[in-house]
């Protein structure tokens, strides 16, 4: 699975605004709407916050991967929001999420869905790819971070 | 042509029948390898025996071939395709990384069997064959040669049977088997240049033989590498079909096709048919190629096998049996000593080195296709394709049982030498409340794994084990009782984390539904009331 042939830099967001789990998961969407990579805002929303109730997508060390399968999408879409000050994400170490990742992919369709999200988790594991990342000033710098 | 095929189609369909019921009879009632049953059901039914036998209007159902097949050239291509059918998933069962670092050993061992067999075959025609003079005389190479080649087809079968293809004794084995097919190809053409020109009452001519040995060992080395390498790509193309069945069956024709190469390269056909199957080995649809293909190998390599006894010519063997069976244990022993003598020098202890050459010792195909060329070229009588047939078929027949009950015990590799753990694993475990919910979380995890494009299937020998593959990444999956494991490449942690979190998100939703179902037992009093109800009707 190739992280560049998903992302770009119309898909990055280096100045999220929002400061709830809400506002930042519809921020995100909008980047996608504006993209044309989802049909169906509403119904995305719904399945990502269903996810989010079932268990939290804040993972550790201020990262989150809010994620679904839905219909809405055909492929395997993704993209990226920095909030360097960081937000209550209900994340699953308790401290504030700061790196959003949200991945959208298509229901009963085989692909390599989580071994992207695999991947990307993979590259931001260490702090030294963390720190990088909330100190891009732009989507460039983000998808360096990636080897992009 | 009509009646050709008619023929055909009866002559199949005996030996069908026949092999698969002399195969049961001799696995189920005789504890014997299916194979031998299949040779026995050859030589009864075929051309010397029962198959002679005129049957009405419609003549004998196997009437003698002159020449030096004595089935007819359409049941010999069917039987052709059983054997390449047999290499074939042969290839597919062996585990290349094993098979690759048990060929340096394998070199050795099959080196040592061709060596010291040829010269044993050779030296006891010269000493015991009274017009032959020296080891260069035609007739003694040629019973040289036949002495060398192993029947990869018959081992190959009775190691399968018995699961042992991926012991360290099998691989060397079938490795060994198959450089001793290919140096006995090289050493027939060899034979065959000398041959020609000592009968021609020339001198010889080692430029052209160089040529002829150079183009078959290069033709197999280049196709081993070509293949490895290109094989997980061509699959990887291949999944664009979304079929593993159009899979299987193009891989299979790609084995045809390198067979027919091999030959044009003037190697056996069933070499490329071996290297097909172990370039597709290491590819992560193996275990479904192999599955199909070995379906229909079900109904093609019985007929190889039967036409293998069909050649026995019962009355060429009587002339010279004294000789034959002399020729027969030199044979053997050239073999178990050749080969596991070797094999005590690399690694092997006793039991190994046993196994290994009595896993050498069947004859088969390239022994026919070495006495056949002897034959047609002059340089050997039909007395002795007799002795090579005697040959071939005693070993094929002692063989078996003797590799059966070899393979019985613990290893045949020394202790120091076995692979250590490898240590850059690493194990993931979940526990749940009951064994139920364990295999239910199980079958979700397979299910989550194959959604993202990775196969699964169960481990031979295992109820509870499962292999997961998709290219280079490969995961165990198990389950003892309420406890389920994954075990994988420390790389790939990560992405077996996420994917047994994401089933576990949908396990807990799975249980919230069920926490707000009605009671089960209500819905079953629902079930027993209609039954009555519609009794009450009927009654009434």
Not at chain 1, 4 to 24: Q, R
Not at chain 1, 72 to 79: D, E, K, R
Not at chain 2, 373 to 389: C, E, K, R, T, Y
Request: proline share 4%.
């Amino acid at each position: 699975m190739k992280i560049k042939s998903i992302l770009s830099p119309e898909l990055i967001t280096t100045s999220l605004k929002s400061s709830t789990k809400e506002g930042v998961i519809g921020e995100l969407l909008d980047i996608l709407v504006a993209q044309k990579k989802i049909k169906n805002r509403d119904e995305v929303y719904t399945a990502l916050m269903d996810r989010e109730r079932k268990m939290s997508t804040g993972i550790q060390h201020g990262v989150a991967i809010p994620h679904a399968k839905t219909r809405a999408v055909t492929q395997l879409v993704a993209c990226i929001g920095l909030k360097p000050e960081g937000i209550d994400f209900d994340a699953l170490d308790g401290e504030p999420s700061k790196i959003f990742i949200m991945t959208l992919s298509p229901i009963d369709r085989v692909g390599p869905h989580v071994q992207f999200l695999a991947e990307v988790s993979m590259v931001i594991q260490t702090q030294e790819a963390r720190e990088r990342l909330l100190l891009a000033k732009s989507a460039k710098d983000v998808l360096s971070v990636f080897g992009i | 042509m009509a009646h050709e095929m008619m023929i055909l189609a009866l002559q199949l369909g005996v030996i069908l029948v026949m092999t698969k019921i002399s195969g049961w009879l001799f696995s189920r009632k005789l504890h014997q390898p299916k194979v031998l049953g299949e040779l026995v059901a050859g030589m009864v039914v075929g051309p010397y025996l029962l198959g002679a036998i005129p049957l009405g209007s419609l003549g004998p159902l196997f009437p003698p071939v002159a020449g030096t097949i004595p089935v007819s050239p359409e049941l010999y291509g069917i039987a052709t395709v059983g054997s390449i059918l047999l290499l074939f998933t042969s290839g597919l069962e062996t585990d290349l990384p094993t098979f690759l670092r048990f060929s340096g050993k394998a070199s050795v061992v099959g080196l040592g069997g061709v060596i010291f067999s040829f010269l044993l075959g050779a030296g006891i025609t010269v000493l015991l064959h009274p017009s032959v003079h020296s080891i260069m005389d035609p007739e003694a190479l040629f019973l040289g040669t036949i002495c060398t080649a192993t029947s990869i087809g018959i081992t190959a079968r009775i190691l399968g049977e018995s699961k042992k293809i991926s012991s360290p004794e099998g691989v060397t084995i079938l490795a060994a088997a198959v450089l001793d097919d290919v140096i006995s190809i090289v050493l027939l053409s060899v034979v065959v240049g000398i041959s020609i020109v000592k009968l021609d009452g020339g001198s010889i001519a080692w430029s052209g033989i160089g040529v002829v040995a150079a183009k078959a060992v290069g033709f197999w080395a280049i196709c081993m590498i070509v293949g490895i390498f290109a094989a997980p790509h061509l699959t990887k193309r291949m999944k664009g079909f979304e079929s593993l069945g159009v899979m299987a069956e193009i891989s299979f024709g790609i084995a045809l096709l390198l067979a027919g190469l091999s030959e044009m390269a003037g190697l056996a056909m069933i070499i490329g048919a071996y290297i097909a199957g172990l370039s597709f080995s290491q590819t992560d649809v193996s275990a479904e190629i192999t599955e199909r293909v070995k379906a229909v190998g079900e109904y093609f390599i019985p007929v190889f096998f039967a036409v293998m006894g069909m050649m026995v010519d019962f009355s060429a063997v009587g002339s010279v049996l004294g000789f034959g069976i002399i020729f027969s244990v030199i044979a053997f022993a050239g073999k178990l000593v050749g080969c596991g003598l070797p094999a005590l020098f690399v690694g092997f202890n006793l039991k190994g080195a046993f196994r290994i050459g009595s896993g050498m010792l069947p004859r088969g195909e390239v022994t026919l296709i070495v006495a056949g060329i002897g034959l047609a070229s002059g340089a050997i009588g039909p007395d002795m394709f007799g002795v090579a047939v005697m040959t071939m078929l005693l070993a094929s027949i002692a063989a078996p049982p003797l590799l059966v009950q070899s393979f019985k015990g613990g290893s045949g590799y020394r202790k120091q030498l076995e692979e250590p753990v490898q240590s850059h694993m690493v194990t993931l475990e979940l526990e749940f409340p009951s064994e139920r919910a364990a295999e239910f979380v199980r079958r979700s995890i397979s299910d989550a794994f194959r959604s993202e494009g990775f196969f699964v299937r169960t481990m031979e020998g295992s109820v509870r084990s499962w292999q997961i593959r998709k290219e280079e990444m490969v995961f165990v999956l198990r389950r003892s009782a309420e406890r389920i494991e994954v075990i994988g490449r420390q790389e790939h942690e990560a992405f077996v984390r996420l994917l047994l979190m994401e089933t576990l998100v949908d396990f807990q939703e799975f249980v919230d539904s069920l926490k707000s179902m009605e009671q089960p037992e209500m819905m079953g009093a629902g079930l027993l009331l209609n039954m009555f109800a519609k009794q009450q009707s009927s009654d009434s």
